[in-house]
């Protein structure tokens, strides 16, 4: 979508190999955010950052770090992935408090054999 | 806990109907912002209205418009004269305050089937 791009688009990878999806952003948005989406259980928090260098974890941030070093940048890694993890896991944005809803990327579709 | 609670898994409308997506949530704040997004099958997640919890005045899109129930914790979402093009996922979410921070929780979503 206009302002956030993610990459890898699809990724097919071995369990217990590590694996990191990037979140990129134009919007200078304070906020950003990976969750991730199953069937049945909606979206679901992974990590969120509220600032260059600044995160926390969200509901299901097991197996999951992140790094945000500029603005622009939020970088998701699956330190050794495995079959759980697969998935399609969404970046966000958000410009912060006040009636803002979020932008999402596209999604990245990962799949764990 | 649950925060956001979506009871339809499934919902089904004849296309020019008019259907109705429930949506309940649980909050102890005062001032919040609720939202619902469609996901369609491009799998793109797209912001259809947002409702300020101030503002007693139900949100309107077009022909998208919302049921807010402030004291019921209630926030269903109708659609009049659907179209085959809404087809979709509808995800109901509320954004919580964290602290110094914010974040976005959903529903388990309801998938909306319009039948030519």
């Known amino acids: 979508d206009a302002g956030i791009t993610q990459s890898p688009r699809h990724k097919v990878t071995e369990t217990g190999t590590p694996v990191t999806l990037r979140c990129h952003q134009t919007?200078?948005?304070?906020?950003m955010y990976w969750y991730r989406q199953d069937p049945g259980h909606g979206l679901r928090l992974i990590h969120y950052s509220y600032g260059v260098k600044d995160t926390d974890k969200g509901e299901v941030s097991d197996g999951y770090s992140v790094s945000r070093s500029k603005t622009e940048d939020f970088l998701l890694t699956l330190e050794s992935a495995t079959s759980s993890q697969t998935s399609v896991y969404f970046c966000?944005?958000?410009?912060?408090?006040?009636?803002?809803?979020?932008?999402f990327g596209s999604g990245t579709r990962l799949t764990v054999v | 806990a649950q925060t956001v609670t979506q009871s339809q898994p499934e919902m089904s409308v004849q296309e020019a109907e008019t259907v109705t997506l429930s949506c309940t949530y649980d909050?102890?704040?005062?001032?919040?912002?609720l939202f619902w997004y469609k996901q369609p099958p491009s799998r793109q997640m797209i912001l259809v209205i947002r409702q300020e919890a101030y503002k007693q005045q139900n949100a309107t899109e077009n022909r998208f418009s919302v049921n807010f129930q402030k004291a019921a914790k209630s926030f269903s979402l109708k659609i009049s004269d659907s179209q085959l093009g809404d087809a979709a996922m509808y995800f109901c979410a509320y954004r919580k305050q964290v602290g110094g921070s914010e974040k976005l929780v959903f529903g388990k979503g309801t998938k909306l089937t319009v039948n030519p």
């Open positions: 919007e200078n948005h304070r906020y």
């Open positions: 909050t102890s704040e005062s001032d919040y912002y």
């Open positions: 966000a944005i958000s410009a912060g408090r006040g009636p803002y809803g979020y932008t």
